[in-house]
């Protein structure tokens, strides 16, 4: 009978949705800062 | 449109944990261990296809100089090598217990790694010059020169003797695995392929996003 090294299978996952995840809230965080100078200037227009 | 895709891929991964860990019967060789293979070998081949979109998008753009297909290269190559990095650093954590060793300079694992050096090569060479157009034309020269060297990838457990096992599906013949084994990694391939679509098709949005404002 093999051993199941489960923290090894925990681990594997844990890496996967840290770099996908991480990527995920890079793609966000990219998005807001430049929705941000975008809504500053159409606030600035209206006034 | 990207939004549902996003909402449809979140459903696909989800699916293929279900798969994994709940459906997937327990390997007998490898005991439990073996559950890592199901986010391992469909991160490479979504890496491969995303490269594959790398190639069409630089050759259009050497063809065209059209910006779509420079954008199109760029997202893809990104997303490429995220999803290979999660294929090299769970194969390492399945490797220890498996063979011994987190890393070995094998024909397949150092294959893996100059297609992943290149690929991140490709990223750098854009912000090595300071006109974008050059810079998108020398990346489009790494991006086909990287996905070039896949096939290379693919068949080196072929051409060489390698600790790594030859592929379980991607071969002539009957597949040398179970069909629960098979439909467990079929259903996390389509999952993590529906994610790397909604990471593509939103990068490609924030390039062009990030071009109109500095133009």
């Not at chain 2, 293929?16 to 490898?30: C, D, H, K, N, S």
């Not at chain 2, 081949?45 to 100089?65: D, N, P, T």
Request: net charge positive; aromatic share 12%.
């Amino acid at each position: 009978m093999t051993s199941d090294h489960w923290g090894f299978v925990a681990a594997a996952y844990a890496v996967a949705v840290l770099a996908l995840g991480g990527y995920w809230r890079r793609l966000v965080h990219l998005e807001r800062t430049l929705k941000t100078p975008t809504l500053r200037r159409r606030r600035s227009a209206g006034r | 449109m990207t939004r549902w895709l996003g909402v449809v891929a979140m459903l696909g991964v989800l699916a293929g944990l279900v798969m994994a860990f709940l459906v997937a019967p327990r390997e007998m060789t490898q005991g439990n261990v073996q559950r890592i293979m199901y986010v391992h070998v469909p991160a490479v081949w979504v890496a491969y296809l995303a490269f594959l979109v790398v190639l069409l998008g630089s050759v259009a753009y050497l063809w065209s100089r059209a910006p779509a297909a420079d954008r199109t290269a760029h997202a893809a190559a990104e997303v490429g090598v995220v999803f290979l990095g999660v294929n090299i650093a769970t194969g390492a954590i399945w490797g220890k217990p498996t063979w011994g060793t987190w890393w070995t300079w094998d024909a397949r694992l150092t294959s893996v790694a100059v297609v992943f050096v290149i690929f991140i090569g490709y990223l750098l060479v854009r912000q090595m010059t300071d006109d974008p157009e050059r810079g998108a034309r020398f990346a489009a020269v790494v991006g086909i020169v990287g996905a070039l060297n896949i096939p290379l990838v693919h068949f080196s457990v072929y051409w060489w003797r390698t600790l790594h096992q030859p592929p379980t599906f991607a071969k002539p013949g009957p597949a040398a695995a179970s069909s629960a084994i098979g439909a467990a990694l079929l259903v996390n391939f389509v999952g993590l392929l529906l994610l790397c679509a909604y990471f593509i098709a939103k990068r490609y949005d924030l390039l062009r996003a990030q071009q109109e404002a500095t133009a």
